[in-house]
């Protein structure tokens, strides 16, 4: 260990334990302590190093139970579970250990006690924390970690009232503080915590109770950054909330300290004349479309309106933003007039909507607005419309859906406009639909994409960057060429056949290309013609035909190779005009059949570092008689070769130790007999661990109360089932400050059955992030776990739309249900089945809830697919954030407030878009049945064909479904 070869070290305290293994000495418990140290405990790399360097100390509990460093061992083995973010499972090992008899007298209780409490904060049980560091204080006041926990028992009283406050529990909050401040009066968080107070009053818009809160706050500690910055609320509280610009002015010019920029600045902007505009949204044909406008210091406005062509203006300018831009001084406005600020106040932000009617009456349009004062002006863009649009593209190809978001129909007939910067690249209408959908290959040297829908007045736009997208890469062409079987004598006949499969081109493709952009669909090209040439080893053409491909695009050839075809690799090459090419082959050698052979019998393939591998090796001829008094020489891995001597039957009985190999290696036994010059290599595999654990659930995201199904398997080192006893946890993920967290939320027993697999059901009622962890213990004591995360979304969960789909693999005519779950009001959905590219479209309606969407898997679909739905809603609410204090002192490193904008327009989210990803199989289902001449089925009860019989084979071909189908087949018998 000293010179830095944990392995190595491992490997001398393993072979040393094994020595001794009945006579326990100090050295051999000094060995079986620190081989968790050459597992990098208590800080390990990884969890499966958590997992040996745990099962190590385990094994050493065992067997050394009264030696010294017990309490040591739980504590690495806790320390090493923290470092990996372990917390639950931490705090089971130090509750096992304090709660052990030889706990009382450890020297290691006092640690033990303190890593558990901080455990325990970690996992938010803050008086679980706190009522052990009380004890360890009450315990240990010598430790040299008592002041220490004195602090965190202050820290943690704080953080248990904080989390309070998190969490919007404002009353459990205050009284949590206010007897924090009685027990600890002089401690340095006392200012911030009077500033919380404040803080909470004004979230709860109780506002002169949170400017008394930071009164006394700042009389209390005037030098304070806390005491300064409360006096800096006080003065934004009167001019955002109150709306007292007078009492603000008077309170910004009392602040000093660090917040006196923020203040110096807050006065220049009370005095100053300042005007903005905005149009919050897309107003509809029943309503006044408003612009937002704030003022301060401004009496009256200015308005002036005029009209906008959109189409016009897209088509030179190829999108509609940059309105604000226009020059429009020199143009006579459509329509002009005054409007007076309500409810003047000097000093005082105001805000107001104006109303602005679109010039003739009209319901449905574009306007430029220009507002000016006597000293200021700004344009913005005003639109009236009921009609939306939801844009998909590729580099290749666009669709746009219309929707009349007053009915929530399709608008068909609706005019689109596609560009990009140098200008329109398509006009087209939406069908019936909605929908217009269209290869467009210039999107393939395009940066972005415009779209501008209109009709009967009523327009959309949207823009969607390019950037980095590449163009979508389709399905190629492919072929597969063969044989009857791969290796031939020369002299015999050789039968070939091919399969070949076109990609399907799209429209604007010329047919000369051999590798479409983006297909999505193989197809059989009857008809075809190729030319087939056989190639020898020396690249000598020996045979070439021409072939044309029937109706499932295949193709038969047989031939006779001649008998000087001399050995090697022989290839099959197939072009046609347009340079496709595909390659097969096959080889010829000289046979030469050993009469004698070499097998290794062993009763396994896998084994553990410490276990001998024993068997036996047998020589034989292929008739089965044993060859006796035979030399054979063997030799595992990097060991000496060894020699022996076959007995009357043949045999020869094999043994190795594996104490000399490292813990984890592949061995190769060669096996040789020099009279013949022949040999045979059989592999074993060393492992670390008994078994491997798998853990899967359907899907990523559910709902709350949901009851949904895992699938646990366990499989050994070499691949196969077996049978665990297992627990499966559930864990809640935490957080403190930037620190996660879990929590344990509930655990049961599982056992894996014979096949290596169990299906436990779960259910989990609240919303969060959470863990799966399943947990078991191999038969040398390592601790074995897999683990996944998944979520729970409730609905304060900002995702609104999901697929639920417990099953991503479809077959071919399957009629499958795909589960969409809809969080809001009901509406029109726009589902997509992309590939390459849009492969289909349909529009379904969303109830609020679990919704169906039906899917008739077609060969279309196939392989693959990504269901995309998407829903826009008829946003009109909007809300203006509160403004709150925006300048804050960064205490311990953490802002611990969130950083509001004031004044800030918040428009509900109108655009709701998900994907999943899906598999499609188109499975052949072929099964044979053979008939002996005389009535007699060749089956179970038949052992032989007599010579010169014939067998009549029947073979049927089906769909994944069952159904019968038409389909071309190779069939050869095999000796």
């Known amino acids: 260990m000293d010179s830095g070869k944990p392995a190595e070290a491992r490997r001398v ?40 360097g745990i099962a190590a100390l385990r094994r050493f509990l065992e067997k050394f139970p009264r030696d010294e460093r017990v309490g040591q061992a739980y504590l690495i083995m806790a320390r090493g579970n923290v470092a990996r973010q372990r917390w639950n499972d931490a705090a089971s090992i130090l509750n096992e250990f304090l709660s052990d008899a030889r706990a009382e007298k450890a020297k290691e209780r006092a640690d033990a006690m303190y890593l558990l409490a901080e455990v325990y904060r970690q996992q938010q049980r803050f008086q679980d924390a706190i009522e052990l560091w009380r004890k360890f204080v009450q315990e240990f006041p010598t430790h040299p970690s008592w002041n220490d926990a004195q602090m965190q028992i202050i820290e943690t009283e704080f953080a248990a009232a904080y989390e309070k406050f998190i969490h919007e529990e404002y009353d459990a909050a205050h009284q949590a503080w206010e007897t924090f401040l009685q027990l600890h009066p002089l401690d340095s968080r006392a200012p911030k915590i009077l500033y919380l107070f404040g803080e909470m009053n004004a979230r709860q818009k109780k506002w002169d109770a949170a400017i008394n809160d930071w009164r006394r706050l700042n009389e209390k500690y005037p030098d304070d950054p806390w ?125 107001s909507f104006v109303p602005i009617e679109l010039p003739g009456d009209t319901k449905a349009g574009a306007a430029a607005v220009t507002i000016s004062s006597t000293t200021q002006e700004a344009t913005t863009l005003v639109l009236q419309s009921d009609l939306d649009v939801i844009v998909k593209c590729s580099r290749e190809e666009v669709l746009v859906f219309g929707q009349n978001m007053i009915t929530g129909k399709p608008w068909a007939d609706a005019r689109i406009l596609v560009a990009n910067k140098d200008g329109v690249l398509q006009e087209a209408k939406t069908d019936k639909d909605g929908v217009f959908h269209t290869l467009l290959p210039a999107l393939r040297q395009s940066e972005d994409i415009q779209v501008l829908a209109m009709a009967d007045g009523h327009l959309a736009s949207n823009a969607m960057s390019l950037e980095g997208l590449q163009p979508a890469q389709g399905l190629a062409d492919k072929g597969l060429i063969y044989t009857d079987r791969p290796v031939y004598r020369a002299g015999q006949i050789v039968n070939v056949r091919g399969m070949i499969r076109f990609a399907k081109r799209g429209k604007d493709e010329p047919a000369g290309m051999a590798a479409p952009v983006s297909a999505d669909e193989l197809i059989a090209p009857e008809g075809h013609a190729f030319t087939l040439h056989v190639i020898d080893p020396e690249n000598r053409i020996l045979r070439q035909i021409d072939v044309v491909l029937d109706r499932f695009g295949c193709f038969h050839d047989q031939f006779l190779l001649p008998q000087e075809a001399g050995p090697g690799d022989y290839r099959l090459v197939l072009t046609d005009p347009a340079n496709r090419t595909f390659q097969g082959g096959f080889r010829v050698e000289v046979f030469h059949i050993e009469p004698v052979q070499i097998t290794v019998d062993v009763p396994r393939r896998v084994y553990y570092r410490g276990e001998k591998i024993e068997g036996t090796i047998r020589l034989e001829y292929i008739f089965g008689t044993p060859l006796a008094e035979k030399l054979i020489r063997y030799q595992l891995a990097d060991q000496p070769v060894q020699t022996a001597v076959t007995d009357a039957e043949g045999k020869v009985p094999f043994a190795f130790e594996t104490r000399d190999f490292l813990e984890s290696a592949v061995l190769p036994l ?133 697929i639920l789909a417990d099953q991503h693999t479809l077959r071919v005519g399957d009629e499958a249900k795909i589960r969409v779950y809809w969080k809001d009001e009901p509406a029109l959905a726009l589902v997509c089945f992309q590939g390459a590219r849009i492969l289909d479209y349909r529009l379904v309606p969303l109830k609020t809830g679990a919704n169906e969407i039906a899917v008739s898997v077609s060969s279309q679909l196939a392989p693959q697919f990504e269901l995309s739905v998407a829903v826009m809603r008829d946003v009109r609410e909007i809300t203006a954030r509160e403004r709150t204090p925006v300048l804050r002192p960064v205490i311990d490193g953490v802002d611990d407030f969130d950083q509001e904008l004031a004044g800030r327009i918040e428009v509900p989210r109108r655009f709701f878009d998900v994907m999943a990803p899906f598999s499609v199989e188109r499975d052949l289902n072929l099964s044979l049945e053979g008939k002996i001449s005389g009535g007699k089925k060749a089956g179970a009860n038949v052992e032989v064909v007599p010579p010169g019989g014939e067998l009549e084979v029947t073979v049927t071909t089906t769909d994944a479904q069952g159904k019968p189908v038409p389909a071309q087949l190779s069939l050869a018998m095999v000796e």
């Open 670 to 802: 060669v096996v040789s007999l020099p009279d013949r010059n022949i040999s045979v290599t059989e592999t074993f595999v060393l492992a670390t661990k008994g078994f491997a654990i798998d853990l899967t659930t359907p899907r990523r995201v559910y709902l709350p109360g949901e009851s949904f199904e895992t699938t646990i398997s366990t499989r050994d080192a070499a691949g196969q089932p077996v049978a665990q006893k297992l627990t499966l946890k559930v864990l809640k993920r935490t957080r403190i400050g930037r620190l996660m967290g879990e929590v344990a939320v509930a655990e049961q027993a599982v056992e894996t059955d014979h096949t290596g697999t169990a299906k436990p059901v779960l259910h989990i009622d609240e919303g969060g992030e959470y863990i799966l962890r399943v947990e078991g213990m191999d038969r040398f004591e390592h601790p074995i776990w897999a683990q996944t995360d998944i979520k729970v979304s409730d609905e304060k969960d900002a995702d609104r739309l999901l």
């Open 227 to 351: 005491g300064q910055q409360a006096q800096l609320a006080i003065a934004q509280t009167y001019e955002t909330q109150l709306h007292d610009a007078e009492k603000a002015l008077e309170e910004y010019r009392k602040v000093r300290g660090p917040a006196a920029p923020a203040a110096a600045a807050a006065i220049a902007r009370l005095t100053a004349k300042t005007m903005s505009v905005e149009t919050p949204r897309v107003y509809r044909s029943d309503e006044t479309p408003k612009i937002r406008l704030l003022t301060r210091n401004i009496e009256k406005v200015s308005v002036a309106v005029y009209r906008l062509d959109p189409e016009a203006y897209f088509r030179k300018m190829h999108t509609l933003t940059g309105v604000e831009q226009l020059d429009v001084a020199l143009i006579d406005p459509d329509t002009t007039f005054e409007f007076t600020i309500p409810d003047y106040q000097p000093f005082v932000e105001l805000e």
């Open 13 to 52: 305290w393993e072979d040393l334990l094994a020595q001794y293994e009945d006579r326990p000495t100090a050295e051999t418990a000094t060995a079986a302590f620190r081989l968790a140290e050459t597992r990098g405990m208590p800080n390990p790399a990884s969890d499966e190093e958590l997992s040996l």
